[in-house]
């Protein structure tokens, strides 16, 4: 996940540690609201640099609570969504030095929601066990690679227990960690991803059964693909091109062919780059397509209730969150924009309000907030910005 410097771009070493010491909030315009997809933004506190968000039934009412890895102050908020789309305060928990990533799952198998961190400070990922009642143990660290910044979990070896994967900034390599079953962690495995890899995450790309890992590495503009053996181990990463500054990655059915493709947002040129998946594990090339400023963070959902998944990107730029629609054939239109908080960091789905539709959130860095989208689709709204379809350029992303 993005650490955002003051101009929503990336910030690396002590400037990162600064933009995330640092309340002060950069002026940023204050786009129309869109109309339509989504009732007007919600907000609420988070902790200090919020840089990924998640989200995930903790109390086993089925509906969707968040929680803020928050980069500032080494730990994670729990807001525990109140069933109407609405959240209590945030929960601190402590998570490690620098948490720049968290995801749910059950580790131990007592069906009781389990939260992993990376901490990019001190080279770690925490697992925090829950305890029940949306509260959690005290972090239990397990060494990773050199600055992780992201973490993705799944079963990567098909043997029933809930294993980590985790992208190394610092020193261009994913790390997997494969799960015991009872909440711990076997050591890691660190295989080489590409430079900068600052997000991971998990699909079936080749259509063996197999999870496989997808790489975004800033350094390079490129996302790796790891193809899957079944039993833990990856292949060597097969790069394909995106844009410049790719600093998140989403898997996702976007034609309705049951293959994976990803989407990737490029912080460089204000793009986000859509690969169509072949079935084999390879990629058509990156189509690029016009966000806004600083695109730092995507993930997919059915934003309208088509039933077609689209594609939304967080836009530290100008506070903002591009909605993408999908056409079902991997094409989309003009991006939809809608106001979020500023350093817009990070975004998950889900549903706050039982309502069955796709929601979004969005950690905001630079004020430590979360904002909250709730749907009101029917299928049209928003406000288009700049021209529909791809942009323009070959082989590449164009300028915005």
Do not use: K
């Not at 009781?112 to 925490?126: E, G, M, Y």
């Not at 430590?368 to 021209?387: H, I, K, N, R, Y």
């Amino acid at each position: 996940m993005a650490v955002l410097a003051a101009d929503g771009r990336r910030a690396g070493g002590l400037l990162a540690a600064l933009a995330m010491a640092v309340t002060a909030v950069a002026a940023v315009p204050t786009p129309a609201r869109a109309a339509g997809l989504f009732a007007p933004p919600l907000t609420y506190l988070a902790g200090s640099g919020p840089t990924d968000i998640t989200s995930g039934d903790l109390t086993g009412d089925g509906v969707d609570s968040l929680v803020v890895a928050n980069a500032g102050d080494g730990t994670v908020s729990v807001l525990l969504a109140n069933g109407d789309g609405t959240f209590g305060p945030p929960l601190p928990f402590p998570a490690g030095p620098g948490a720049s990533g968290v995801r749910i799952t059950d580790l131990n198998g007592d069906d009781l929601p389990d939260l992993v961190t990376a901490n990019q400070f001190d080279a770690t990922v925490s697992v925090l066990l829950g305890a029940g009642d949306a509260a959690f143990g005290p972090p239990v660290p397990y060494p990773a690679g050199w600055g992780p910044a992201a973490v993705a979990v799944s079963d990567l070896d098909a043997d029933g227990a809930v294993d980590v994967a985790v992208a190394n900034e610092f020193d261009g390599t994913v790390g997997v960690l494969l799960g015991t079953g009872d909440g711990t962690l076997r050591p890691t495995e660190l295989l080489p991803s590409g430079a900068s890899p600052s997000s991971v995450d998990v699909a079936d790309f080749d259509g063996d059964d197999n999870l496989d890992l997808a790489v975004a590495n800033a350094g390079n503009a490129t996302v790796s693909v790891l193809l899957g053996s079944g039993d833990g181990t990856f292949g060597p990463p097969r790069p394909h091109l995106t844009g410049p500054g790719p600093y998140d990655v989403s898997g996702g059915d976007l034609t309705g062919d049951s293959i994976p493709e990803l989407a990737v947002p490029n912080d460089g040129n204000g793009t986000v780059s859509v690969l169509l998946g072949i079935g084999d594990g390879a990629f058509a090339p990156a189509r690029p397509y016009l966000t806004g400023p600083g695109p730092s963070a995507v993930t997919t959902g059915d934003f309208n209730g088509d039933d077609i998944l689209d594609v939304a990107v967080g836009n530290a730029g100008n506070a903002t969150v591009a909605v993408l629609l999908g056409n079902g054939d991997g094409t989309f239109a003009a991006p939809l924009l809608h106001p979020t908080g500023p350093g817009t960091s990070a975004l998950t789905t889900g549903d706050f309000n039982g309502d069955g539709r796709d929601d979004i959130a969005a950690a905001n860095q630079f004020n430590a907030t979360v904002t909250v989208l709730l749907s009101a689709a029917d299928g049209a709204g928003g406000t288009p910005a700049q021209a529909a379809g791809p942009a323009a350029g070959a082989g590449g992303c164009a300028d915005p």
